[in-house]
């Protein structure tokens, strides 16, 4: 009879705990950016092109799972869509001197994430750790008929650290969270930051409201020099099982 109650005893707190054996979270967001900054580029006698991509709207997709194996990292992947086109006048190209010319320009700044990291803490306090590789597949296109047709692309991969720390509001299910990946090293510096209001129901469906910021200052990267900000807030909505 003590046995049946033990074995009884631990299917229900494997039931009950299910979230810290194996949890996965999925989720989209609306994202309502900006991006400004330079380019270096041919066409421009100085080398450096401003762009100022004041409205676009771009869709992050994420997926995370987390498991109690020792040892062994959780997994997070996220696709980000940055994307963004306007025309933009140069006074400065080599190709129309002393010339104001109208060129349309294009940045994708396009990624996928893929992190590795571990929950230092799990309770009404939450800590993740871990390491990011961002893998960029993007370009700039400047394009103008008879005078400019320049494409960069930006094909790299960024290793980042990670680290990401929520604070429960208990017995109400909001929470507030701040993740950062950043990456500093010789000239080059990268950081994405995000900071986020949540709510999450008792069946697992939850909605965000944040804001969030991508800084990518290359100066070292041999077809894409750039210093560039994407930045604003997003709406999203998530499922936790």
């Known amino acids: 009879m003590k046995i049946k109650l033990g074995i009884l005893a631990l299917v229900l707190a494997t039931t009950v705990s299910a979230d ?31 762009i100022d991509y004041s409205k676009a709207n771009g869709n992050i997709l994420y997926v995370n799972v987390e498991h109690a194996v020792p040892f062994l990292p ?16 140069l006074s400065n190209a080599t190709s129309a001197p002393g010339q104001t010319i109208d060129v349309f320009a294009k940045t994708d700044l396009s990624h996928t994430d893929f ?27 400047f394009y103008s008929e008879g005078f400019i047709d320049e494409h960069s692309a930006f094909d790299e991969w960024i290793p980042m650290l990670y680290g990401k720390g929520e604070f429960d509001l208990p017995f109400t299910g909001f929470s507030t969270s701040i993740q950062l990946n ?19 129901s008792k069946l ?10 991508l800084d990518l200052d290359l100066p070292d ?21």
């Open 20 to 50: 810290t054996i194996f949890g996965l979270y999925a989720g989209a967001k609306y994202w309502n950016y900006g991006l400004n900054g330079n380019i270096q580029s041919g066409i421009s006698q100085n080398e450096n092109v401003d």
């Open 74 to 89: 959780n997994i997070g992947l996220k696709q980000t869509n940055i994307d963004t086109s306007d025309v933009i006048s």
């Open 115 to 141: 992190t590795l990291y571990y929950e230092v803490l799990d309770n009404w306090i939450n800590l993740d750790l871990g390491v990011t590789v961002k893998l960029f597949d993007g370009y700039n296109d």
């Open 182 to 200: 950043a990456l500093s090293f010789r000239n080059s510096k990268v950081t994405d930051f995000e900071a986020a209001l949540s709510y999450e």
């Open 204 to 213: 697992g469906f939850g909605a965000d409201l944040g804001y969030k910021s």
């Open 221 to 241: 990267i041999e077809d894409y020099k750039s210093d560039l900000t994407v930045d604003g807030f997003f709406l999203g909505v998530s499922y936790h099982f």
